[in-house]
């Protein structure tokens, strides 16, 4: 089975931060892991948001943001072609799981793990690895 990547987990692949290189040793030991097509939208805000708050450059948005298209193009990121029914599954999970704040993109990448069929969810973020451990994942923690 193949493993799933978050955006919190994916972007230490293309900026140096704590845990990079210990995610980047698990994506090099996985085949293609899948990510969801939110991951395009949610990965270039946070390289914005980050130049924004001065904590990355203008020229390394512009080559991690490069780097990554690169990478989905050969498919070392492999991103379901049809996500709609994650929509309704991500919304069942946060009633599914009423005590954690889980937010709207991270039930996303939780169901579209799901609809997927990987047994491994990458993460970087507390609140959805609880929830990826609840929903039976292997969950590697990045954080």
Not at 25 to 50: D, M
Not at 53 to 62: A, D, M, Q, R, V
Not at 115 to 143: I, M
Request: with cysteine; charged share 25%.
């Amino acid at each position: 089975m193949s493993a799933y990547i978050d955006t919190s987990a994916l972007a230490k692949c293309y900026i140096r931060e704590a845990r990079s290189f210990d995610v980047l040793g698990w994506a090099a030991e996985q085949s293609a892991p899948v990510t969801a097509a939110l991951t395009l939208v949610e990965f270039r805000c946070l390289l914005a948001r980050r130049r924004r708050n001065g904590e990355i450059s203008p020229k390394l948005e512009h080559d991690a943001l490069a780097r990554f298209d690169e990478h989905v193009r050969s498919g070392a990121w492999f991103i379901p072609h049809d996500p709609r029914s994650d929509y309704a599954v991500a919304r069942g999970l946060i009633d599914a799981f009423p005590s954690l704040p889980l937010r709207a993109l991270d039930a996303l990448h939780l169901a579209a793990a799901r609809s997927a069929g990987t047994s491994d969810f990458a993460t970087a973020d507390k609140t959805q690895a609880s929830a990826a451990e609840a929903l039976g994942f292997t969950v590697h923690r990045f954080y």
